[in-house]
């Protein structure tokens, strides 16, 4: 059971810095994985795959003292180039936009329904609107001054109003230019803008890749001789792996059922952001295709310090699917931060919601039962490493008898079922939850 061969496909989220940034980060988080643990690894550099729409490269793992050693291909897919598109359209058309699309989300009462499921990403997702407003308002304070002022002078009043709204309208448009790096206003505008579009079957380009990636999918499960294909939703990418996955077997009911065992991890998932609307049937009804489809297995780690995912959040009974007794995913993991990442750096940027919404895809500091880099390169298959957390860190930390009493746990596990849903309770016993 032991992996020797592994193939990760990762499925970014919103994030308009693509492959190039990630790959960096992906490098230096690789190094520090190796020192934690004491292994030598390598990685490749990219290449382009598909019309350059994937990138991949592979990395070798390689523990000399206990004489494993696991290659993992990672294909990065790659949707930069839609969201940089995004990012260019006028300041004022964005703008516009968002605030329509947030008031009609407000008024349909789907911002309700957000606060009800987790009210921390719900302030996440109004924070936007609440800076706008404040720049505004500023902006406004201070063009109404300028038309008093005119007044003053004895300048027709029509000409001081006409003067103070160009004013207010190149303040405020200058104002979110320039404070964007700091407040990522224009960024978050923007997500709210493609989350609607993307749920309402706008945005036929987001869909025709999809398509393509589902079909890229059906042709590496027939052609790897990889022990587990680990397809990675973090962030906006857990919906969009979702959908990737429930066409792959659309176009191919066998998938997983032969070949190489199909495992769905989603990482700080933000499924209600798209499943929360009316329109999204065809999505809510893909949810439960996963939900008890019996050859794939799908885990989703949840953290209650992320902002910008649903803690304590069941995918499947949240959008009102009843799977009934059918249903065998998701596998709900809970992940500490705390735990993984060393007092003094935890302290550092636990404020920086974007770097902690990150951390689900970084390396450890402190070895622990979740670990992004082991799912990718350690020997443990995913499905037993879910199964017994305990176990698994046994293997990477443990002396060479508990390693050989860890490596027997699990293969008893893996011999004896086929469902991960073991007890996690040392991560976490209030957040978990079994599909």
Not at 82 to 103: C, H, K, M
Not at 276 to 300: C, G, N
Request: hydrophobic letters at 45%; glycine letters at 6%.
């Amino acid at each position: 059971m032991r992996v020797q061969n592994r193939h990760i496909i990762y499925v970014q989220g919103y994030d308009p810095r693509g492959l190039a940034q990630y790959y960096r980060m992906f490098r230096t988080e690789l190094r520090k994985f190796g020192r934690l643990y004491q292994l030598a690894t390598t990685v490749s550099r990219p290449q382009g795959v598909s019309d350059g729409e994937i990138a991949s490269w592979s990395i070798e793992t390689r523990d000399e003292a206990q004489g494993w050693q696991t290659r993992t291909t990672y294909d990065f897919l790659r949707f930069e180039d839609f969201i940089q598109r995004d990012l260019a359209q006028p300041i004022w058309t964005t703008v516009l936009q968002a605030v329509w699309i947030y008031w009609r989300l407000v008024f349909r009462g789907t911002i309700a329904r957000f606060a009800r499921a987790n009210w921390r990403f719900a302030t996440f997702i109004t924070y936007p609107h609440l800076m706008l407003l404040a720049e505004a308002l500023c902006a406004a304070g201070i063009a109404w001054l300028v038309q008093k002022g005119l007044g003053a002078l004895g300048i027709p009043a029509l000409y001081g109003v006409l003067a103070a709204v160009a004013l207010f309208v190149a303040l405020l448009g200058t104002a979110l230019k320039y404070t964007e790096e700091k407040t990522y206003l224009l960024y978050l505008l923007c997500d709210t803008i493609w989350t609607w579009e993307f749920s309402h079957r706008r945005r036929p380009d987001w869909d025709k890749r999809i398509d393509s990636f589902a079909e890229y999918l059906c042709k590496v499960a027939r052609a790897s001789n990889a022990e587990e294909i680990v397809l990675v939703g973090h962030s906006s990418g857990s919906f969009l792996a979702t959908e990737i996955l429930a066409r792959a077997l659309e176009r191919d009911p066998a998938l997983g059922r032969q070949g190489p065992r199909i495992v769905l991890l989603t990482l700080g998932g933000n499924y209600p952001i798209v499943g929360y609307h009316a329109a999204a049937q065809d999505f809510r009804d893909h949810l439960r295709d996963l939900a008890v489809e019996p050859s794939i297995d799908w885990i989703d780690c949840q953290a209650r310090k992320d902002v910008m995912n649903f803690f304590q959040f069941d995918p499947i009974a949240a959008h009102g699917i009843d799977a009934g007794a059918a249903r065998r995913n998701p596998t709900i993991v809970p992940v500490r931060f705390r735990e993984i990442v060393a007092p003094e750096h935890y302290n550092l940027f636990r404020w920086k919601f974007f770097r902690i919404h990150f951390q689900f895809v970084m390396a450890n500091e402190q070895p622990h039962a979740y670990d992004f880099f082991m799912i990718v390169c350690g020997p443990v298959p995913l499905r037993e490493r879910t199964a017994m957390p305990d176990a698994a860190l046994a293997v990477a930390t443990g002396d060479a008898a508990a390693r050989e009493f860890a490596w027997r746990r699990l293969e008893n596990a893996a011999s004896r079922s086929q469902n991960p849903a073991q007890d996690l309770g040392e991560m976490e016993p209030p957040a978990r939850s079994r599909g």
